[in-house]
């Protein structure tokens, strides 16, 4: 079955830098668009940055645009996103999701990025 | 950026009884829409996409309408692990967003 297992989440100063890692198993990795999608405490769903299989394509919301990067490594199944220069309200629980060319069928179980002095 | 805006916030309904969510969009999305339930805690679980086409395992009392600007999602006879966060999402043009949300509670 699909499993998405996020990592890298924690605490970190406004400027700070924060990297976040997916490791998927249960599917064909390549095959598939991945993304994260974020959900700020008590709010609703943001869809953050979403990047093609073979990483061609990457996208990202206007937010995040110029400081963070979505990356993948197709061989090792991973899937990884670089947050730098983060700011207060960059605090969120960070999904990894599969898909991102339509909808996100499959999730992780987040991992909780808070940005606080 | 299309912006989704789901009603209403909060709905209350009893067990055994029907919800109706909304979702509008504001601009057609034509049928690049899907729906995601969410229990507290837990991560979002696809339910709909294509507007109307249920995701694997899902249950037969879920069903979602419309295409354009104006979507709903049914839930025909409420279980009791149908009681969480509903959340609609376009897939028409880069960013996808999400409404805001509804929480379905128990009346």
């Known amino acids: 079955q699909v499993q998405l297992v996020e990592s890298g989440g924690g605490l970190v100063k406004p400027g700070g830098s924060l990297r976040l890692s997916c490791a998927a198993s249960?599917?064909?990795?390549?095959?598939?668009?991945m993304s994260w999608v974020r959900q700020a405490p008590g709010k609703g769903l943001e869809w953050v940055a979403r990047i093609s299989g073979g990483g061609t394509t990457t996208n990202y919301v206007d937010s995040v645009q110029g400081r963070f990067t979505i990356s993948r490594d197709d061989a090792k199944k991973s899937l990884s996103l670089q947050m730098n220069n983060l700011r207060v309200d960059d605090t969120a629980v960070y999904f990894c999701?599969?898909?991102?060319?339509?909808?996100?069928?499959?999730w992780g179980q987040g991992t909780l990025v808070t940005v606080s002095s | 950026e299309i912006v989704m805006t789901q009603s209403p916030a909060t709905l209350s309904v009893s067990p055994g009884e029907r919800a109706t969510l909304s979702c509008r969009a504001s601009?057609?999305?034509?049928?690049?829409l899907a729906w995601y339930q969410q229990k507290p805690g837990q991560v979002p679980r696809l339910l709909i996409y294509g507007a109307s086409t249920r995701a694997t395992g899902i249950p037969a009392r879920f069903s979602g309408s419309g295409s354009g600007t104006e979507f709903t999602l049914t839930i025909s006879s409420l279980q009791s692990e149908d009681f969480a966060a509903y959340h609609c999402q376009h897939y028409s043009n880069w960013p996808h967003t999400f409404g805001q949300g509804t929480k379905l509670e128990i009346k």
């Open positions: 999701a599969r898909g991102g060319a339509r909808y996100g069928d499959s």
């Open positions: 601009q057609s999305v034509s049928s690049n």
């Open positions: 249960g599917f064909t990795f390549s095959d598939f668009y």
